[in-house]
C-alpha cells in the first residue's frame, strides 16, 4: 500500500469515527447506506468508509487524499464566489506559488485556443459557467472542481504585444473548506482533468 492510499484510508477512519450527521448536506453529496456521492474533478465521486472512487475506478493518489480532506473540513457555509481571489492571497501560501502558477496555470499556456473551442465540454463537465464580465480576459471560465469549491480561470490569447497567460482565482471563501496546500493541489488536478477532457 503507498503512501497515498495510508494518508486516505487514516482520513477515512477519522471521517467515519465521528461521522457527522449532517455530512451529505455540508458537502453536499447524496447518501447510499455509509457512502457518499457528489462531483469531484469533474466525474462523480463516491466516498465510502474503506474507499474513495472517482469514476469507476478506486482513487489511490493525490486526489484522494484532497476529497479526503475536503470530506474532513468542508463546513455548512455556502460557496462564496465573490470576491475571488489569488492563489498567492490564501493564507501561508508562499511556498506554494511557484508550484501552482506552474502545474495550474502554465500548463495550460499553449492549449488556450483549444480550451477556448471545447468550453462547452469543459464548462459542462465541471458543472460550471462561462463568465462574460468585461475583466475576465479573452474568455473565462468558472469550473467545480469540489461542491463548494470554485475556481475561476481566466485566459488571454497570446496577441502582437502579450504572450498567452492565465490566471487561477478561487471563490472567496475556499480556504473555509480546504488547506492552503490542498487548494493548490486541487488547482493543479483541475488544470490536468481539463487537459484530459481537450
Keep these: 500500500m503507498s503512501n497515498y492510499e495510508n494518508i486516505i484510508k487514516g482520513n477515512l477512519q477519522r471521517l467515519y469515527s465521528q461521522l457527522p450527521a449532517d455530512l451529505a448536506d455540508r458537502l453536499p453529496a447524496t447518501q447510499a447506506g455509509d457512502a457518499f456521492l457528489f462531483q469531484a474533478f469533474g466525474e462523480s465521486c463516491r466516498i465510502a468508509p474503506d474507499t474513495i472512487s ?22 455548512n457555509s455556502a460557496c462564496q ?22 502545474n495550474t496555470e502554465s500548463v495550460l499556456l499553449e492549449h488556450i485556443d483549444t480550451i477556448a ?4 465540454r469543459v464548462i ?21 472542481p469540489l461542491p463548494k469549491i ?24 475556499a480556504p473555509e473548506f480546504l488547506t492552503t496546500d490542498a487548494l493548490a493541489d486541487t488547482g493543479e488536478y ?9
Design 124 to 144: 459542462a463537465q465541471f458543472n460550471g459557467s462561462q463568465e462574460a464580465q468585461p475583466d475576465t480576459g479573452d474568455f473565462s471560465l468558472i469550473l467545480y
Design 81 to 102: 464566489l465573490a470576491p475571488f481571489k489569488a492563489f498567492r492571497e490564501m493564507p501561508d501560501s508562499m511556498p506554494y506559488v511557484s508550484a501552482f502558477a506552474s
Design 150 to 173: 470554485a475556481l475561476n480561470y481566466i485566459c488571454y490569447r497570446a496577441d502582437d504585444e502579450f504572450p498567452a497567460a492565465v490566471t487561477c482565482l478561487f471563490s472567496s471563501n
Design 54 to 75: 472517482i469514476g469507476d475506478k478506486s482513487e489511490t493518489g493525490p486526489a484522494g487524499i484532497v476529497i479526503s480532506l475536503y470530506a474532513l473540513q468542508v463546513t
Design 190 to 198: 483541475t488544470s490536468k482533468k481539463i487537459l484530459d477532457i481537450l
Design 117 to 120: 473551442r471545447a468550453s462547452g
